[in-house]
């Protein structure tokens, strides 16, 4: 290629290598211990609720991840300009596949995460609902916007796309967080260069060969395997963005990788989800919502609920119901069938080892053991038993530390203003919920709730038609929502000026052109007309 260059040098037992991309002055080296990709050539996938391998997995290079970031960055361009209704037609029909091919794609998700079926597919078939909505939005968030024009200017607002965009995924909903990048990335223009979790890399695979079926051209999707070291070579190639769902503590080093550099970087990271369950409420239900909010996925979700605080006048019944709510969800050995609730853990014995050291912490410092407590034994797999920690404080590790598992603590509150202090004490803000039949008590909780997303009556809930963000730990940047779609796209002013009168019509002013002088009479006036304007029923 012409204006992009491969570079490798060698330094001691290093092997240096880079790309040199002369229309932008980059220049960025990647130092990687020699050996590190040729001695693993392959994944191999590890079925968590057997421990039994199931298939080899092919790796890329650092030869293969440098081709194939070439292959999108040459593409972007021609990309860019293929035909919106071009490029919706392939997504249909990606989305189309998603559904005829359910079956087959949530047993190898089931397989290789342990993910419980019903819960497998239930992912494929909400995820064409998120489709659906990057599929209406999108050209309308490409749209020129005219904002003011007279007789000889024009003052417009247009989008772009980013160019090439790096998505790192997860692998606890990889057909969620995979998507919500891959889609409206590709719709909105940008080509992508994917990585998928080293623990769903089949299902990422899935994913590649269905685009490929839709039409989109290879170029404009490539994917690349292995573990983080592949993550960490992606973040040295001249990406104009990079997408991230992951820990905290890698997202960091991301943020710390990328900052000087002045691209796009979203960062989709873990949350310390808490509830507060006000005593005015339904608690049989809030025990029920708030035992499935906790455990679905086998709390392997960044938005389930780890932390709950309940009313001191009603904790102890809650307590009991939630305990009688999580009892009956089945925890079975068979993730294939459709009773099952409860998987194993993905990540296997360091997630077991982990959440051992919680509860023995908390039992340490006080705490009790409500239900669970362990790791499931006589039986292969690496399953957790569901557990509910009470009658903990914060001075404990399982109150502060993201458990990602089957485990929740409950704490008992004099009121709401007790409940939002202590919901509030975490670096992390995903999100808030609270459980009331009073409006003040749920206005209260989340006003007050430092999250990007808060529930009344409800929890661990993602909508497509909403943003999905979170505050300080949690990360930065959207998905999901039409921000979500304006993350892949920058912004450009344009302003044109004629010496013919009329050139661009009639004149005319978009709702943030001031249509008088402001000054302390009127804006007050134009406070409460603007906010009802712009209000959305």
């Not at 919502?289 to 679905?296: K, P, T, V």
């Not at 705490?367 to 914060?394: C, E, M, R």
């Not at 530390?401 to 995903?430: K, R, W």
Request: aromatic share 10%; glycine share 8%; proline share 5%.
């Amino acid at each position: 290629m012409n204006n992009l260059i491969r570079q490798s040098i060698k330094v001691s037992n290093k092997t240096v290598t880079g790309l040199r991309c002369f229309s932008t002055g980059f220049t960025k080296f990647t130092e990687t211990p020699m050996g590190v990709f040729a001695d693993q050539l392959f994944l191999q996938p590890v079925n968590p609720a057997t421990e039994r391998p199931i298939k080899d997995i092919k790796i890329d290079t650092r030869a293969t991840l440098t081709q194939k970031f070439e292959r999108a960055y040459l593409y972007k361009k021609e990309w860019k300009y293929v035909s919106q209704t071009e490029k919706a037609n392939m997504i249909i029909k990606f989305r189309d596949l998603l559904v005829e091919k359910v079956e087959s794609l949530a047993n190898d998700l089931t397989e290789e995460t342990g993910k419980p079926i019903t819960q497998s597919k239930n992912e494929i078939k909400a995820v064409v609902d998120r489709i659906n909505f990057f599929l209406y939005n999108f050209s309308s968030c490409l749209a020129e916007r005219s904002v003011r024009t007279t007789d000889n200017f024009r003052e417009s607002l247009s989008y772009e796309p980013l160019g090439v965009v790096g998505n790192i995924s997860a692998w606890n909903y990889p057909f969620f967080i995979g998507l919500n990048t891959i889609i409206p990335a590709l719709l909105t223009g940008n080509t992508v260069l994917y990585k998928p979790s080293e623990f769903a890399s089949i299902t990422g695979v899935n994913i590649m060969n269905l685009l490929y079926e839709a039409g989109v051209p290879e170029s404009a999707f490539q994917i690349v395997l292995g573990k983080s070291v592949i993550g960490q070579s992606m973040l040295s190639l001249p990406l104009d963005g990079l997408f991230f769902t992951g820990s905290y503590n890698t997202g960091k080093h991301i943020a710390e990788t990328l900052g000087g550099r002045m691209i796009k970087t979203q960062l989709e990271l873990g949350g310390k989800d808490a509830a507060y369950v006000h005593k005015n409420v339904d608690i049989k239900a809030a025990a029920r919502s708030l035992a499935d909010g906790a455990m679905y996925n086998t709390g392997q979700s960044c938005c389930s609920v780890e932390r709950i605080y309940v009313d001191k006048e009603i904790y102890a019944e809650f307590v009991v119901r939630l305990t009688d709510e999580v009892a009956e969800l089945q925890m079975g050995i068979d993730p294939k069938s459709a009773s099952t609730y409860f998987g194993p853990l993905t990540r296997g014995p360091a997630q077991i080892e982990h959440m051992l050291r919680l509860v023995s912490d908390a039992v340490v410092r006080g705490a009790q053991i409500a239900l669970g407590g362990g790791q499931v034994k006589g039986t292969p797999g690496y399953f957790f038993s569901p557990t509910i920690i009470v009658d903990v404080d914060h001075s404990m590790a399982v109150t502060k530390e993201e458990i990602f598992g089957p485990m929740v603590t409950v704490q008992p509150v004099s009121g709401p203003q007790e409940a939002a202090e202590l919901m509030n004490d975490t670096p992390y803000g995903l999100t808030g919920s609270v459980y009331t039949n009073d409006a003040s008590v749920a206005d209260f909780i989340c006003d007050q709730s430092n999250t990007g997303t808060v529930y009344w009556n409800a929890c661990d809930r993602v909508s497509p038609y909403l943003p999905w963000s979170g505050r300080g730990h949690s990360g930065i940047g959207s998905t999901l929502g039409v921000e979500g779609i304006f993350s892949f796209l920058k912004p450009k002013a344009r302003h044109y000026i004629s010496d013919k009168p009329g050139a661009f019509g009639e004149p005319s002013n978009s709702n943030i052109v001031p249509t008088q002088p402001i000054s302390k009479e009127n804006i007050s006036q134009f406070i409460e007309e603007s906010y009802e304007t712009n209000k959305k029923n």
